[in-house]
């Protein structure tokens, strides 16, 4: 394995990234640990994921998060969707997707990213999207127990 | 059940409890000579007693809770706001952090704050004319200012509601002082923490950075003071709420698993066993599975308002019955 490879990037803690998902061959959302150069797929408060690295190879680029996307709809001129995604931001705080800042970011990205502001799809997108993420960390955690049992590694 | 959820039926369930207490005590003092104002002054002191009493979620009559809110309405006028979400706070069920952990509820109850603070923010920058709309809200500056003063009430309200839900559960003793005190600090700094925003606009940057300072100290002392406002009706209803071990122990009964909720409250096998024997009769009735598991929902449902009112059900008079009930069937 090439050392370049396992090159790690810092964020500022508690940043939203994006970065490749080698599963899919798409990007995913992400959220930067204290540590800088971990992230999390998914916060469950009962039992915390495991973080993972930043990796170089993974083309990790900061994001931001959805406050800031209603602020520079409004920062650009564009006041009515500032009203409309400001009011989508507040609906989705007392939907399930608001129960963790990931999934209610993932919610909001995909409202803004695809233009549909509806509540109950933003919410539903959001959830998915953390469910795939949970999957795909236990996936990776089954593989690495079936790898250390092995002797693997 | 999301934070959101929860804060809406504590809003109808305030909302229902304080309109029929209120209708109530109007309607007792039809025959008396006394001004209307004063009738209405006494009959809301009256409801302000009963506003918290029930919590139970499925007692929400929703025509009665909007009778209420008009009720509220009329009998504080702009305080109504500040009365809703002081009494909603007590009764909102919210799964309070008890450590440095974060639960689902205090996350959202965050986020929302968050989102508040940074519009109120934005929309103050923008009403200094820092913006330059485009397409047809030419006229946003008016717009603008009406939408900031509304932010400002919203996170207001929504800060005085999350205080009064963590003072209900210090009440309740669901959590000490120290941890309540603690709790809605860290509520307030993460409320107003700006995060990792990555904002293009170096000069808003600025401003945001001076101005979230001076907002977090105009909204904390708009609460405190609005709270303190508020002290007599926090009595009254504290008066007349459920003994806060009854409550733990509905609570347990509706939420937990059946073995975890008698190793928190043994007290609760009478009730358990109640739950077996209702579950016996629906199934020797005939009742398909459906109907079975809406008895069951609504024993369960009975059987917590029950234990929620001091009302747990002994197991030892059951057991009796049973066993006599058992001997006259083989009578």
């Known amino acids: 394995m090439d050392e370049s490879t396992l090159r790690v990037t810092a964020f500022p803690a508690g940043a939203f990234i994006t970065l490749d998902d080698p599963t899919t061959g798409g990007r995913r959302l992400a959220l930067v640990c204290d540590s800088g150069t971990e992230f999390v797929d998914y916060v469950d408060h ?7 690295a930043i990796l170089d190879v993974l083309a990790p680029e900061q994001w931001g998060d959805c406050r800031a996307i209603a602020t520079d709809m409004l920062l650009g001129g564009d006041v009515e969707g500032y009203e409309a995604f400001s009011n989508l931001l507040l609906a ?11 999934t209610l970011n993932r919610a909001a990205k995909w409202a803004h ?10 919410a539903r997108a959001g959830l998915v999207a953390t469910a795939e993420a949970r999957a795909r960390q236990a996936e990776l955690s089954r593989v690495a127990s079936d790898w250390i049992a092995a002797g693997a590694v | 059940m999301e934070a959101g959820q929860k804060q809406r039926d504590a809003e109808a369930l305030v909302h229902m409890s304080y309109g029929r207490a209120y209708g109530r005590a109007l309607d007792a003092q039809a025959g008396m000579s006394a001004p209307d104002s004063r009738k209405a002054a006494a009959a809301a002191i009256m409801a302000e007693r009963s506003a918290t009493a029930v919590r139970d979620p499925s007692a929400i009559n929703h025509r009665d809770a909007q009778e209420g809110r008009a009720a509220m309405q009329q009998a504080y006028g702009e305080r109504a706001g500040d009365v809703a979400a002081v009494l909603s706070g007590r009764v909102a069920s919210y799964d309070l952090p008890r450590g440095f952990n974060g639960t689902k509820d205090m996350s959202a109850l965050v986020s929302k704050a968050q989102i508040l603070v940074s519009q109120a923010n934005v929309e103050s ?7 330059n709309a485009i397409g047809p809200s030419g006229n946003y500056m008016e717009r603008i200012e009406g939408r900031a003063a509304d932010t400002r009430e919203k996170l207001t309200a929504h800060m005085l509601h999350v205080k009064s839900a963590i003072e209900s559960a210090v009440d309740r003793k669901a959590i000490d002082r120290q941890q309540g005190d603690s709790l809605y600090q860290r509520f307030q700094g993460a409320a107003f923490d700006l995060g990792e925003k990555k904002t293009a606009n170096a000069e808003f940057s600025a401003f945001e950075k001076a101005n979230t300072p001076r907002l977090r100290q105009e909204v904390t002392r708009e609460v405190e003071a609005r709270y303190a406002a508020q002290a007599n ?9 459920l ?15 059946p073995g975890e909720a008698i190793q928190k409250h043994p007290e609760l096998a009478g009730a358990y066993g109640a739950m077996a024997a209702v579950s016996k009769q629906a199934e020797a009735s005939g009742m398909n599975p459906q109907q079975q598991a809406v008895i069951m929902a609504k024993a369960q449902q009975n059987l917590a308002a029950s234990i929620e009112r001091g009302q747990i059900p002994d197991v030892k008079v059951r057991e009796t019955r049973e066993v006599r009930r058992e001997v006259a069937a083989e009578r």
């Open chain 1, 46 to 52: 009962d039992n915390p994921p495991t973080p993972l």
């Open chain 1, 92 to 102: 989705l705080c007392d939907t399930p997707a608001g129960g963790d800042p990931l």
């Open chain 2, 233 to 241: 009706t926090i009595d009254r209803a504290r008066s007349n709420e």
């Open chain 2, 243 to 257: 003994d806060p071990a009854n409550v733990s122990r509905a609570d347990a009964f509706r939420r937990l698993p």
């Open chain 1, 113 to 122: 990213d695809t233009g549909n502001y509806d509540v109950a799809e933003a």
């Open chain 2, 125 to 131: 920058y923008a009403g200094r004319g820092k913006v």
